[in-house]
Nanobody, 125 residues
Framework: QVQLTESGGGLVQAGGSLRLSCAAS????????MAWFRQASGKERDFVVS???????TWSASAKGRFTISKGNGHTAVYLQMNSLKPEDTAVYYC???????????????????WGQGTQVTVSS
């Protein structure tokens, strides 16, 4: 079992950047597919990006071209670099992991078994 802890959120002006981190404990990410989701106040949790165990990346339309995902050495951390941030990116960002994700389900929150507590990202206009 893996425990996930996000960090790196904060307040930034539109056009700015933030780097979110997701640290694993209890296990490494080596056998898991990882993803970032976000949830704005009063809205459903939305998919941002996934990186499967084979490093295949899938992006949401809203994040593609502005965000990048990477893994740290030793498969103990995943990073989300967010550039050109917009006010509509404001949300709580969650890291998720799963050992059972397939290509068809990478964007479904139900496919992920492990979640972090979330980190708040606020983008001011």
């Amino acid at each position: 079992q893996v425990q996930l802890t996000e960090s790196g959120g904060g307040l930034v002006q539109a056009g700015g950047s933030l780097r979110l981190s997701c640290a694993a404990s209890g296990s490494t990410f080596a056998r898991y597919s990882m993803a970032w989701f976000r949830q704005a106040s009063g809205k459903e949790r939305d998919f941002v990006v996934s990186m499967r165990w084979n490093d295949e990346v899938t992006w949401s339309a809203s994040a593609k071209g502005r965000f990048t995902i990477s893994k740290g050495n030793g498969h103990t951390a995943v990073y989300l670099q967010m550039n050109s941030l917009k006010p509509e990116d404001t949300a709580v960002y969650y890291c998720a992991a799963s050992g059972r994700v397939i290509r068809a389900t990478v964007s479904s929150a139900d496919a992920y078994d492990y979640w972090g507590q979330g980190t708040q990202v606020t983008v001011s206009s």
